[in-house]
């Protein structure tokens, strides 16, 4: 499993409140990455880091924030959640060289917005 | 950016037949395309990747085809099983350092 925890799995919310969802991994990997996934959409990319401090938007970074003070942690940041976040958030981390590595995905935080 | 088409949305299949999916790309410079296979409520998994040099992959049931020219590729599963039935999804790398992923194929094995 490449060492990549989620949490947490679950989490029911309100609209408007903050949410935070934590990506640890033991690897030493570089480059980590936040999806989520809705039916007939399949895995979007929000934001992705590439090292300590670098982080760089994807296709649908409004409304998240993201920060990786630590190899090992990459934090996804919903500043106010809304309905339209409820999804299944995947994290991974890629394995290998740029250009060369697949990705390894966590187990998924399922994430609904009230 | 990377667009990923992904056809069909759903496909249904007789116990040992087999089964293809194809997927199309927008971006001449993506050169690596990986399959992911996700079963019900679990985390997708890597089961075939190709790079852009290579035109044909093959592992025991499963296949991988890239026509760079048409930018498309396609993966073939030979003998289906039931444990086969899953959401696939195709995806093309995007300038090294991220995945643009196909909206996912249901494939469903029918006994």
């Known amino acids: 499993d490449a060492g990549i925890t989620q949490s947490p799995r679950h989490k029911v919310t309100e609209t408007g409140t903050p949410v935070t969802l934590r990506c640890h991994q033991t690897?030493?990997?570089?480059?980590m990455y936040w999806y989520r996934q809705d039916p007939g959409h399949g895995l979007r990319l929000i934001h992705y880091s590439y090292g300590v401090k670098d982080t760089d938007k994807g296709e649908v970074s409004d409304g998240y924030s993201v920060s990786r003070s630590k190899t090992e942690d990459f934090l996804l940041t919903l500043e106010s959640a809304t309905s339209s976040q409820t999804s299944v958030y995947f994290c991974?981390?890629?394995?290998?060289?740029?250009?060369?590595?697949?990705?390894?995905f966590g187990e998924g935080s399922r994430l609904t917005v009230l | 950016g990377e667009n990923v088409e992904q056809h069909p949305s759903t496909l249904s299949v007789q116990e040992g037949d087999s089964a293809v999916i194809k997927c199309t790309y927008s971006?001449?410079?993506?050169?690596?395309f990986p399959w992911y296979k996700q079963e019900l409520g679990k985390r997708p998994q890597l089961i075939i990747d190709?790079?852009?040099?290579?035109g044909e992959k093959k592992d025991q049931r499963i296949a991988v085809t890239l026509n760079k020219t048409a930018k498309h590729f396609s993966l073939h599963i030979t003998e289906t099983q039931p444990e086969d039935s899953a959401v696939y999804f195709c995806a093309a790398d995007s300038y090294g350092q991220n995945f643009v992923f196909g909206p996912g194929t249901r494939l469903s094995v029918l006994p």
């Open positions: 971006d001449s410079a993506s050169n690596y």
């Open positions: 190709i790079r852009s040099n290579v």
């Open positions: 690897e030493n990997h570089r480059y």
């Open positions: 991974a981390t890629r394995v290998g060289t740029q250009n060369t590595g697949e990705l390894f």
